[in-house]
């Protein structure tokens, strides 16, 4: 968690233990140690890759500012009030991972809760944190 922190816009790729699924959302501002709501970030979003629904690369907007993104130190990359996408702490030994979408963020293909991997829970395989920089 704390080589994410402080390191300005991020993109989050997570990839599911089930079916190899691909999503996550990107940030524009920093994640952090501090057990809060980010509300100051610029257009952060969720997206999917790849699904079990075949829904092709789809990015889901946020429509509730407020609760763009949760962070603390006891979470995994957390997006949403509510939340839309939970990572919790130690992600890849447990299904206590979920979705509760969508809350804070927008559902334009209608499959809610199931849009990212088919189920609400899941286990990550994988979650990679990029950190974008200006060229």
């Not at 299904?95 to 804070?104: A, T, V």
């Not at 286990?123 to 060229?135: G, K, T």
Request: aromatic fraction near 14%.
């Amino acid at each position: 968690h704390r080589c994410c922190d402080n390191q300005g816009p991020t993109i989050t790729v997570i990839r599911s233990t089930e079916g190899g699924y691909l999503f996550g959302g990107y940030t524009s501002v920093s994640w952090n140690p501090v057990e809060s709501y980010v509300h100051d970030c610029n257009d952060p979003c969720l997206f999917t890759l790849i699904n079990p629904h075949e829904i092709s690369p789809t990015k889901y907007s946020v429509q509730v500012p407020v609760y763009s993104i949760y962070a603390g130190t006891n979470y995994g990359p957390t997006f949403g009030g509510g939340h839309d996408l939970y990572v919790s702490n130690n992600s890849q030994t447990n299904r206590d991972n979920y979705f509760n979408f969508p809350h804070s963020y927008t559902d334009t293909t209608d499959r809610g809760a199931v849009t990212f991997t088919g189920e609400k829970n899941f286990q990550p395989s994988d979650i990679e944190v990029y950190r974008l920089m200006q060229a």
